[in-house]
């Protein structure tokens, strides 16, 4: 077959013009210079393809739209069929994570109220892609004129003019945490799968903001539960130390700054047996999907950095059987997961959210004309972004989980599993109340 040299052009250039400057880079400089043929068939371009807006394998998600376009949303492949889902199930979850709550957080109105496209047919999943999309109806993207001629410090506009040349300016675009509606939504659909499945909860909650730390000891992970989460605007479950952080945001927030903080993130009755050793051990993909989130700057398992201070017979979690025969560990300072494994008990992991980027306060900057300026910011943000955090980190928690459980049942669960050693993955819904057991009980029920 023929083929040719062919090359994506840039910003109204011609092919001809790309290929062209492309060759007659200088040669002379200090170091040998490099120059790269890429040969097509000649039926075809070179195409660049955007990445890195899916997330899964089994169970794929990606995120589409921008902070102040149509809308935002997302499609997800690989759902399981015959799951009931209603955008009911959904809209939860998006009203938690949705702007204009309460004085802590931005007051962009958006009712954020989401529609199911596809996928879902009399209420039950098809188990063909479903597409969610929630409409914006509050923009205002005269607020970042001034943002497209000058960079917000720690913001994203830099990066991104450095990666593509060109960006959203209003509201930044993919970089804005509105992206996040599609994760939160895809999300709601997992939970709702683990739920079914294993019994499996996830529960998120914010243990700091600023300088005001809740003491690990005052939250029982055993009973906690989202009414005690949601008591409060700031989405701490005790009462006292919620007050000590909305006075901790508020004191930032009359005078234009901001403030971070950590959210707490528990899996309850995990399956045993998810994630795979090496590259894919589940505290790993954990850490990703958290540290996908925006203004993430930080990722603690289990024990964490405070393991450190401990030895091996101070840390270690020794092994035990419980009144039901059940291997259990006494301690659970492994956060239930051991050699990237999860062991059943309680998944424990902490995420760092640092002070909102944009905020109300002059602060000196380049401009995209590289001269030097002064910014002050306008637009709508929250002055501590982790309230809203807490649905966010529950979904990325939820999609590594059922993702998993899906890999963990393709590849551990076809044949008849080992009952002195593996767990049968059962349905808690007793409107079924049949097992995931050998393939042919499976094939002989449906």
Do not use: W
């Not at 479903?130 to 923009?139: C, F, G, K, R, S």
């Not at 939160?184 to 914010?206: D, P, Q």
């Not at 649905?391 to 998993?404: I, K, S």
């Not at 890999?407 to 080992?418: D, G, R, T, V």
């Amino acid at each position: 077959m023929a083929s040719s040299v062919s090359a994506k052009p840039f910003l109204g250039s011609s092919a001809a013009d790309s290929v062209s400057a492309f060759r007659s880079l200088p040669s002379d400089l200090s170091r040998p210079s490099l120059q790269f043929l890429i040969r097509t068939p000649a039926s075809r371009k070179l195409q660049i393809k955007a990445a890195g807006s899916s997330f899964g394998t089994h169970f794929r998600v990606t995120t589409f739209g921008e902070s102040h376009g149509g809308g935002v949303g997302c499609v997800v492949d690989g759902c399981p069929p015959r799951l009931p889902l209603l955008e009911a199930d959904l809209q939860l979850d998006l009203d938690r994570r949705r702007p204009g709550q309460s004085r802590i957080t931005t007051p962009r109105k958006e009712t954020d109220t989401c529609r199911i496209y596809s996928g879902v047919s009399d209420g039950v999943t098809t188990g063909t892609p479903i597409m969610v999309l929630v409409p914006n109806t509050d923009q205002r993207g005269h607020d970042y004129s001034e943002m497209s001629k000058a960079y917000r410090p720690s913001h994203a506009d830099a990066t991104y003019d450095m990666k593509y040349g060109v960006r959203s300016v209003q509201g930044g675009g993919r970089s804005s945490a509105r992206e996040t509606i599609g994760r939160v939504a895809a999300g709601a659909i997992a939970k709702k799968i683990l739920k079914e499945i294993s019994g499996t909860e996830v529960l998120a909650y914010v243990s700091q903001v600023h300088n005001v730390e809740l003491p690990q000891e005052l939250v029982d992970h055993e009973t906690l539960t989202l009414d005690q989460i949601e008591s409060n605007i700031v989405r701490c479950p005790d009462p006292a130390y919620a007050e000590k952080m909305i006075a901790a945001i508020d004191a930032v927030r009359v005078r234009g700054d901001s403030v971070g903080g950590i959210v707490t993130c528990i899996v309850r009755n995990a399956p045993r047996g998810l994630g795979s050793p090496v590259f894919d051990k589940l505290e790993g993909l954990l850490a990703k999907a958290a540290l996908s989130l925006p203004a993430t700057k930080g990722f603690e398992f289990g024990s964490g950095f405070a393991g450190t201070y401990l030895t091996g017979s101070q840390h270690n979690d020794e092994f035990c059987v419980d009144e039901n025969g059940r291997i259990r560990t006494r301690t659970n300072r492994s956060g239930g997961i051991q050699g990237g494994i999860s062991n059943g008990e309680i998944i424990n992991m902490r995420v760092a959210f640092k002070p909102t980027s944009t905020i109300g306060k002059k602060q000196h900057t380049v401009t995209r004309e590289k001269q030097e300026t002064d910014l002050i910011a306008r637009g709508r943000h929250d002055p501590c972004v982790v309230p809203r955090a807490v649905p966010m980190v529950e979904a990325m928690a939820a999609l590594v989980l059922v993702d998993q459980l899906m890999a963990h049942y393709a590849q551990c669960c076809l044949f008849p599993i080992n009952p002195e050693l593996q767990d049968p993955l059962s349905l808690s819904s007793a409107r079924r109340g049949i097992e995931f057991a050998p393939s042919e009980e499976i094939a002989n029920q449906l």
